[in-house]
């Protein structure tokens, strides 16, 4: 998908030769004496139409409007989360046009963060999965190549827009990857996704496979990997944009790319949701396509541990005890707390990279759901200064998350007779003890941890991955630019990319690519 930003008024709007014309109009709005200006007043006049959020009004060749379509959506006092909604509204009106651009135009100054919410809510609501369907059969919704964004004074929204831009890109990508099928996301497919975005500038990937990891000790990743016949692979990517010496943020990924529960077998019903189990994985992968973009200066390292969690002869079974990279024992009571288990041994492998921060996504507990629903990810964090930061990157990001606790109580159901520590508690705060189990490997470094069971896809007839929290993470990252201590050579640490020149800039949004190739 291709954006667009520009200053652009009503009376300008009014004479673009566009498919589809959306208009946001936010409560106060005055009237000029343009044709657009007429129609939100008439149509107020009649009390068909109002600024009230998400008030819409879609007409069709509308008197000396030069565009096709037009639909009226009010955004009551423009705050980013009502842009968000009024423009997904918006899409859904626009469904059955046959459009494939379309400019959204602001009626009034618009803030940078709204203009940022309206390219969210474009690139969400364009997207359509179509990876492993016939060419021709998805004839549902609007099918946007290009949207050009509009407003008043558009120039002092660029580098919002920019990121908005960027973030897209990401979301995209780990939408695409999570929503594919176990069978065409493999762990050996995942490695070759993070290898082929690694030809991106300022990217490296280094693909570790079972020998490797029996190497380094790995002994509860081995262990969840041992039921599949789908060989393990163990993916680290590097994003490098500030000085060699200075310390990364290293996000961890779970990478379960189908979770039938192992020995543990889950039950039937909504099984297939399991291959989104590596929504964590895809979120990283994600991150690393919109810092290709974005080119801040900052370290960035992905770790990925990728594989299946299986039934099998050779899987593991409830009450083995297995040695974990760090050295500690684990009782593994439950082969359905896999999660865990693959990430002990990346956060202990995280050691090695003497990060700032280390930050694991994962789609972790069933209890998170419970907990906070699909609104909200789970945060956990042992440091209150990185808990502050990702809490406002979420809010930023209209990808938010809620802290929960630590105490050390909550550890208490995780001891056993037969080893170090359990890989589970009882039922409650389920979602408190499997972070507690993750803080054991992660005593090296300031951590955090995002449990995205309920945020990373929608079920029902919206079924589909959501591509959170690369936005959070994003957003998160870019507020560490400068925060890191000083770059040993001077370099000054550059802004995200943003048009310097002050024209159109136009940024690409690449759609995946088929069959082994894809780049984003
Ligand atoms: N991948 C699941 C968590 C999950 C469940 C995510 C439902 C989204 C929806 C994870 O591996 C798991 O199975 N967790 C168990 C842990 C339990 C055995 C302690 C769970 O939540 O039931
Ligand atoms: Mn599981
Ligand atoms: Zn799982």
């Not at 046009?97 to 919410?117: R, S």
């Amino acid at each position: 998908m291709d954006f667009q930003l520009s200053s652009l008024r009503l009376a300008q709007a009014a004479a673009d030769k566009t498919p589809a014309l959306l208009v946001l109009v936010q409560q106060g709005f005055e009237p000029g004496g343009d044709a657009i200006s007429a129609l939100i007043g008439r149509a107020i006049d009649a009390g068909d139409f109002s600024a009230e959020a998400s008030k819409l009004l879609a007409s069709y060749g509308a008197v000396r409007i030069a565009a096709a379509r037009i639909v009226l959506a009010g955004i009551g006092d423009g705050s980013p989360p009502k842009v968000r909604k009024a423009v997904a509204a918006a899409l859904a009106a626009l469904k059955g046009a046959n459009a494939n651009t379309l400019t959204l135009c602001f009626a009034q100054a618009a803030a940078p963060a709204a203009i940022g919410a309206a390219v969210q809510a474009l690139a969400e609501g364009s997207y359509r999965y179509d990876t492993t369907k016939s060419p021709g059969e998805d004839k549902d919704g609007l099918k946007l190549k290009q949207a050009l964004i509009g407003a008043p004074e558009a120039e002092a929204a660029r580098a919002e827009f920019d990121r908005a831009v960027g973030i897209a890109t990401g979301v995209r990508m780990a939408r695409e990857w999570a929503n594919r099928p176990a069978n065409h996301a493999t762990p050996t497919l995942l490695a070759e996704a993070a290898q082929a975005l690694a030809k991106l500038p300022r990217l490296r990937c280094k693909v570790l496979g079972p020998k490797e990891v029996a190497e380094l000790g790995m002994g509860a990743f081995q262990a969840v990997a041992r039921g599949s016949a789908e060989e393990l692979r163990f993916i680290e990517l590097r994003y490098q944009g500030a000085a060699k010496g200075e310390a990364p943020v290293v996000l961890v990924g779970k990478g379960i790319t189908f979770d039938t529960g192992g020995i543990s077998l889950k039950p039937a019903p909504e099984m297939d949701e399991m291959k989104f189990d590596m929504s964590g994985a895809a979120s990283v992968l994600g991150v690393f396509r919109a810092l290709a973009e974005l080119k801040p200066a900052l370290n960035v390292v992905g770790l990925i541990p990728a594989c299946e969690n299986m039934p099998d002869g050779r899987a593991i079974k409830p009450g083995d005890v297995v040695t974990s990279m760090s050295g500690q024992t684990i009782e593994i009571l439950n082969t359905d707390a896999e999660g865990r288990l693959v990430l002990c041994d990346a956060l202990s492998y995280a050691e090695r990279f003497t990060p700032r921060a280390v930050i694991d996504i994962a789609t972790l507990t069933g209890a998170c759901v419970i907990a906070l629903g699909g609104v909200r990810s789970g945060m956990f964090a042992s440091d209150d200064a990185l808990a502050e930061a990702l809490h406002a990157a979420g809010e930023a990001a209209l990808d938010p998350c809620w802290r929960l606790p630590l105490d050390e109580d909550y550890a208490e159901g995780l001891k056993t007779n037969f080893a170090d520590v359990a890989n589970v508690a009882g039922r409650p705060a389920g979602a408190v003890t499997a972070a507690k189990f993750l803080q054991r490997f992660a005593k090296a470094y300031t951590w955090a941890h995002l449990d995205i069971a309920g945020t990373a896809w929608k079920g029902g007839t919206a079924k589909g991955a959501t591509g959170r929290p690369v936005g959070l993470l994003v957003h998160y990252l870019l507020g560490q630019m400068g925060a890191a201590a000083s770059s040993p050579d001077g370099e000054p640490p550059a802004k995200p990319s943003s048009g310097k020149d002050g024209k159109r800039k136009s940024t690409k949004v690449v759609k995946g690519a088929k069959g082994g190739k894809t780049r984003d």
